[in-house]
């Protein structure tokens, strides 16, 4: 008998009977808005209007750079046939992907952006009864998808090299759904290895899975851990094209894992993709010296700064990705104030580390006006420092997140 088909936005098709039990899930699943760090760096904004045209962005881990010229050239050259929704351009990018990576193609999923599967993964593998657990400071996405799913957050605070504390993590709780890795991480940059991440992934709760976020692993000489998800690990990998390949704008991520795995997602959505984003990743992915020469690009800028940082004995995390954290010995916020009168506009705060701010790494120019107001910002007194980081223990909590500061 003949399996009857559905096709799907990506140009996918799927049983009907896997359709019914999609809408079913669907249709029991709360509408909730996906965080992006658009919106996390918007949101910190004291006034959320009126940038000036001169300011330096250096808020939202933006590549300054923007998409190559081949990228550029390809969106332009697809414009007549913008009319269509052309399901074999997202076709073609996943095979290309798939190919450089050495990757089955029916183990990559295409998205605009990585924050659509970072969201429904969460949503996917967490409940009430199965928690998320986390690094602290991280990325605050997660956690947000979470508060739709009603999970209970563990947020366990990075080792003192700053990479993620696996052991702590799996350890967190024995009814955990997904743990989260970002690496490298945001906001500090910092990364944890592939041994750490295949103890983590040994050692994980039964019935778990592993989100090993790579937006910003380009700018690192971290392990890639897509083999695993192809090795049909309980691993879900996410990437992205708006950091090194300067596309946060256009929009396009992967999400990479066993097929089954990946299906999990799509209760929570699924769409066609913008084809100029399509076009553009795939002639990203087909210009073989981009991303070492955006490496050195980024590379060469954070350390000038960190040297400029370490010769006026301010203190920063080092760094291996496009952003840092330096402590600026008073309430974070206050600072971001400071900077923001100057024109300057730094990232956000962690409630972990109340004293740190985020940095971008930005273009050569847009960073020695960073110094310059940095040194300034530094000078004026401060006003009262808040308490220590709370203790170790405090991760722990039996309350489902509730509300980000
Ligand atoms: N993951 C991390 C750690 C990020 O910092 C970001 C964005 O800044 C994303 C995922 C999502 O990026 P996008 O949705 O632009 O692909």
């Known amino acids: 008998m003949q399996r009857e088909t559905l096709a799907q936005p990506n140009g996918y098709r799927v049983s009907r009977r896997r359709f019914v039990r999609i809408a079913s899930v669907a249709s029991a699943v709360a509408l909730a808005r996906i965080t992006t760090e658009a919106d996390l760096a918007f949101a910190q904004r004291r006034i959320a209007r009126d940038i000036p045209a001169d300011a330096i962005l250096i808020n939202a881990n933006e590549n300054p750079l923007g998409p190559c010229i081949q990228a550029c050239s390809a969106m332009s050259a697809l414009g007549v046939k913008g009319g269509r929704y052309e399901f074999g351009l997202t076709q073609e990018l996943v095979k290309t ?12 999923r295409a998205y605009a952006g990585s924050s659509e599967p970072l969201h429904y993964a969460v949503l996917a593998y967490t409940s009430p009864e199965k928690s998320l657990v986390m690094g602290d400071p991280a990325y605050e996405a997660p956690m947000r998808a979470a508060s739709y799913s009603k999970a209970r957050v563990f947020k366990v605070p990075l080792a003192k090299n700053y990479a993620h504390d696996v052991k702590a993590m799996v350890g967190a709780d024995p009814n955990a759904g997904l743990l989260y890795i970002c690496n490298p991480n945001n906001p500090t940059g910092t990364t944890t290895t592939r041994e750490e991440i295949e103890y983590a992934l040994v050692n994980k709760p039964k019935g778990s899975i592993l989100l090993i976020d790579e937006a910003y692993i380009h700018f690192s000489d971290a392990k890639p851990v897509l083999d695993l998800a192809d090795a049909d690990k309980e691993v879900v990998v996410l990437r992205t094209f708006s950091k090194i390949y300067g596309m946060a704008g256009l929009r396009c991520g992967f999400a990479i894992a066993r097929p089954d795995l990946l299906a999990r997602l799509e209760p929570y959505g699924w769409n066609s993709m913008p084809v100029t984003a399509v076009v553009a990743a795939t002639a990203s992915l087909k210009h073989k010296g981009l991303v070492l020469e955006r490496q050195k690009i980024n590379a060469d800028i954070r350390n000038d700064v960190f040297s400029w940082l370490a010769t006026n004995k301010y203190s920063f995390v080092p760094s291996e990705s496009n952003c840092f954290m330096v402590d600026v010995k008073r309430p974070g916020k206050q600072f971001i104030e400071a900077m923001e009168a100057k024109k300057v506009y ?22 020695e006006v960073f110094k310059k107001a940095f040194k300034e910002a530094m000078e004026t007194p401060a006003l009262a420092v808040q308490g220590p980081p709370k203790s170790a223990e405090s991760w722990r909590t039996d309350r489902p997140y509730a509300s980000l500061s």
């Open 97 to 108: 992907f798939a190919e450089i990576e050495g990757l089955k193609p029916e183990y990559v």
């Open 346 to 367: 730094i990232g956000r705060v962690w409630p972990a580390w109340p004293t740190h701010v985020r940095v971008t790494v930005g273009t050569g120019p847009e960073m």
